[in-house]
Nanobody, 116 residues
Framework: QVQLVESGGGLVQPGGSLRLSCTAS????????MGWYRQAPGKERELVAS???????NYADSVKGRGTISRDNAKNTLFLQMNNLRPEDTAVYYC??????????WGQGTQVTVSS
């Protein structure tokens, strides 16, 4: 059974930082493409950042220069470091895993709220 469990969300002031984590089980983590997505109220889910099994990263324009995605294959954990947070970063953040054969799995999401 595949499980992706996100953590690290919360309330942060504009300009602040946080680090999200996603711990995976039930999959060959080091072989998967991992990604962070977010969904704000009334909007579609969108890609924030992704990282391949080889460490190649991709970022949405909205987070370039502010976000860093990374992975620890020894701990089956994915991270997203976000700096200089803005109110428009407020959303539920989801972790996604895509296996080499194309199966996709999602976490339950963690709320990030950027507000003073």
């Amino acid at each position: 059974q595949v499980q992706l469990v996100e953590s690290g969300g919360g309330l942060v002031q504009p300009g602040g930082s946080l680090r999200l984590s996603c711990t995976a089980s039930g999959i060959a983590f080091r072989s998967t493409v991992m990604g962070w997505y977010r969904q704000a109220p009334g909007k579609e889910r969108e890609l924030v950042a992704s990282i391949t099994s080889g460490g190649t990263t991709n970022y949405a324009d909205s987070v370039k220069g502010r976000g860093t995605i990374s992975r620890d294959n020894a701990k089956n954990t994915l991270f997203l470091q976000m700096n200089n947070l803005r109110p428009e970063d407020t959303a539920v953040y989801y972790c996604k895993a895509e296996t080499p054969i194309g199966r996709r799995y999602w976490g339950q999401g963690t709320q990030v709220t950027v507000s003073s």
